[in-house]
Nanobody, 116 residues
Framework: QVQLVESGGGLVQTGGSLRVSCAAS????????MGWYRQSPGKQRELVAM???????NYADSVKGRFTISRDVSKDTVYLRMNSLKPEDTAVYYC??????????WGQGTQVTVSS
């Protein structure tokens, strides 16, 4: 069973930075793409950033220029660096791994809270 284990969430002040990590139990090249979604109370889960196997990235408009997705293939780990954090970035951040066929894998989520 594939596992995605997130870490690195926490509490930060407005304008601060955090990096969250997602370690996969298999090679990240097993997936078509990997990325991050987030969900805050009362809202739908939304895409934050995604990176394909080939390295193409895609970001939500709300985080462009502030967040950066990256990966370390030697560690089968994907990262999300979040700078200039805002209170509206507060959410549970979920790691996502898109399979070539079928439903994606999800991590358990990590809480990011930005205080004003």
């Amino acid at each position: 069973q594939v596992q995605l284990v997130e870490s690195g969430g926490g509490l930060v002040q407005t304008g601060g930075s955090l990096r969250v990590s997602c370690a996969a139990s298999v090679s990240i090249f097993s997936f078509r793409a990997m990325g991050w979604y987030r969900q805050s109370p009362g809202k739908q889960r939304e895409l934050v950033a995604m990176m394909t196997t080939g390295g193409t990235t895609n970001y939500a408009d709300s985080v462009k220029g502030r967040f950066t997705i990256s990966r370390d293939v030697s560690k089968d780990t994907v990262y999300l660096r979040m700078n200039s954090l805002k209170p509206e970035d507060t959410a549970v951040y979920y790691c996502n791994a898109e399979k070539p066929v079928g439903s994606p894998f999800w991590g358990q989520g990590t809480q990011v809270t930005v205080s004003s």
